[in-house]
T-cell receptor
Framework: DAGITQSPRHKVTETGTPVTLRCHQTENHRYMYWYRQDPGHGLRLIHYSYGVKDTDKGEVSDGYSVSRSKTEDFLLTLESATSSQTSVYFC???????????FGDGTRLSIL | AQTVTQSQPEMSVQEAETVTLSCTYDTSESDYYLFWYKQPPSRQMILVIRQEAYKQQNATENRFSVNFQKAAKSFSLKISDSQLGDAAMYFCAYRSLTQGGSEKLVFGKGTKLTVNP
């Protein structure tokens, strides 16, 4: 299995609080991604990174920011959490070419 | 922008039987990859099979095979000799090879497969 660790695995927090999710990889892959999964929507891309300090937006980036200061870590931040951001968040990694993306085990985030 | 459509929100199959899950996609590109991922109740995303668009031969992985019809933009997954452990959500995904090298995936909304004993 690809070495991807997401933390925390579960989190419950209140509306308006800041939240940071962490993705850590041991594979030295160039690309890292954050997705959210909601019923009836599949997985949707929030942000991705193609190198240290190189990031770009996905299709549902509003309300989220990311940072990648090291190859192995990709952080997702909700500056002021809202109930609509209650979801399961997945991190994924990949390399260039025909290699597939590998996923972490997900973080279940509940915002009350 | 590319889109992926899975028209069957739910499917069921009897154990040991064969089932086919449908996936269609929309793209103007000629080079891309297609994937099927499985998500069991454990929530893990597990790669089932992948297909390179430039390959005419359909990919096969043990009991899993695809029917890739490039002109029709169709990428169905066939599961033979279904087992109880095949019960899961199945996601079809598309990856462009020309979008600035982002390697990002576009997912369908998923098909929930139930396997009946």
């Amino acid at each position: 299995d690809a070495g991807i660790t997401q933390s925390p695995r579960h989190k419950v927090t209140e509306t308006g609080t800041p939240v940071t999710l962490r993705c850590h990889q041991t594979e030295n892959h160039r690309y890292m991604y954050w997705y959210r999964q909601d019923p009836g929507h599949g997985l949707r891309l929030i942000h991705y990174s193609y190198g240290v300090k190189d990031t770009d937006k996905g299709e549902v980036s509003d309300g989220y920011s990311v940072s990648r200061s090291k190859t192995e870590d990709f952080l997702l931040t909700l500056e002021s959490a809202t109930s609509s951001q209650t979801s399961v968040y997945f991190c994924a990694i990949s390399e260039i070419g025909n290699q597939p993306q590998h996923f972490g085990d997900g973080t279940r985030l509940s915002i009350l | 922008a590319q889109t992926v459509t899975q028209s069957q929100p739910e499917m069921s199959v009897q154990e040991a039987e064969t089932v086919t899950l449908s996936c269609t996609y929309d793209t103007s590109e000629s080079d891309y990859y297609l994937f099927w991922y499985k998500q069991p109740p454990s929530r893990q995303m597990i790669l089932v099979i992948r297909q390179e668009a430039y390959k005419q031969q359909n990919a096969t992985e043990n009991r899993f095979s695809v029917n890739f019809q490039k002109a029709a933009k169709s990428f169905s997954l066939k599961i033979s000799d279904s087992q109880l452990g095949d019960a899961a959500m199945y996601f079809c995904a598309y990856r462009s090879l020309t979008q600035g090298g982002s390697e990002k995936l576009v997912f369908g909304k998923g098909t929930k497969l139930t396997v009946n004993p």
